[in-house]
Nanobody
């Protein structure tokens, strides 16, 4: 059974940093492209960042580029999202996702096979 478990969310102030982790099990992690998405109340789920299966090629949403960094450790079956200079508009539930159809990851939620349960990030002003 495939599981993606996010952790590391919390309540922080604007300008602070957080590091999210997503631990994967039940799949051949190194064969999957990974992505982070987020969903704020009343809004659709939106793409944040993606990373390919092994070479570490990354891509970011314009809203987070330069502040967030996605990385992965295939030995630990874990993908990370380092979030710096957080803003109130970054407040959302953050989800990780895995895709074996798009090994470079994708910006589209429908391209992912598996999703985690999400972790809340709240940034106060």
């Amino acid at each position: 059974q495939v599981q993606l478990v996010e952790s590391g969310g919390g309540l922080v102030q604007a300008g602070d940093s957080l590091r999210l982790s997503c631990a994967a099990s039940g799949l051949t992690f190194s064969s999957y492209g990974m992505g982070w998405f987020r969903q704020a109340p009343g809004k659709e789920r939106e793409f944040v960042a993606r990373i390919n299966w092994s070479l570490g090629s990354t891509y970011y949403a314009n809203s987070v580029r330069g502040r967030f960094t996605i990385s992965r450790d295939n030995a630990k079956n874990t993908v990370y999202l380092q979030m710096n200079s957080l803003k109130p508009e970054d407040t959302a539930v953050y989800y990780c996702a895995a895709s074996n159809r798009y090994i470079s990851g994708s910006i589209y939620p429908g391209d992912y096979n598996y999703w985690g349960q999400g972790t809340q990030v709240t940034v106060s002003s």
